[in-house]
T-cell receptor
């Protein structure tokens, strides 16, 4: 079964400083990788995704992530954070559901990283 | 284009009761997935529906069941509610033939007392 590890449960960072949120996954097959953001009392919004091709993926709101197959990592970065980036961030992997037939996918999420931007 | 909507937004039930949560998928999407997000945790996959049939299930007991309708909207039913069922329930829709990007609704917050 897939698993996703987000190495930091909370990350405080000063406004305009850079930030990196770390994500590692376990997989022996090709996967799709995602980062979602969740603002308080809201659902999930997709920040960016890696499907194939270039290992550096750019997303919305100035975020980017780098896929590293050898290290099974997909870390999220932003060069300069804003107060509005305060939220919880989830890394997720998509893999065919091992309990059903081909064509069925599920997202496996990490436990999340709470990013707090300090003025 | 209408996004994913869920109803109700909040719900309070007591242990042993049954609950039905509803989800309308984004226009053009034919697959609906349900996730449970307990407080302080990441979402966990419950099951997925495609063409009105269950098309994958996570590690949840049979008292969690669902339906998908011809217009691709969906219901999540939970019987014999337990305290641990208290969570945010998220619905996500997608188009099966795509690269599996899932679009999430705002969720239903269920509290079991």
């Amino acid at each position: 079964a897939q698993s996703v590890t987000q190495l930091d449960s909370q990350v405080p960072v000063f406004e305009e400083a850079p930030v990196e949120l770390r994500c590692n996954y376990s997989s022996s097959v090709s996967v799709y990788l995602f980062w979602y953001v969740q603002y308080p009392n809201q659902g999930l919004q997709l920040l960016l995704k890696y499907l194939s091709g270039s290992t550096l993926v750019k997303g919305i709101n100035g975020f980017e992530a780098e896929f590293n197959k050898s290290q099974t990592s997909f870390h999220l970065r932003k060069p300069s954070v804003h107060i509005s980036d305060t939220a919880e961030y989830f890394c997720a992997v998509s893999d065919p559901n091992p309990y059903s037939g081909a064509g069925s996918y599920q997202l496996t999420f990490g436990k999340g990283t709470k990013l707090s931007v300090i003025p | 284009e209408t996004g994913v909507t869920q109803s109700p937004t909040h719900l309070i039930k007591t242990r042993g009761q049954q609950v039905t949560l509803r989800c309308s998928s984004q226009s053009g999407h034919n697959t609906v997935s349900w996730y449970q997000q307990a407080l302080g945790q990441g979402p966990q996959f419950i099951f997925q529906y495609y063409r009105e049939e269950e098309n994958g299930r996570g590690n949840f007991p049979p008292r969690f069941s669902g339906l998908q309708f011809p217009n691709y909207s969906s219901e999540l039913n939970v019987n014999a509610l337990e305290l641990d069922d208290s969570a945010l329930y998220l619905c996500a829709s997608s188009w099966t033939d795509s690269y599996n990007e899932q679009f999430f609704g705002p969720g239903t917050r269920l509290t079991v007392l």
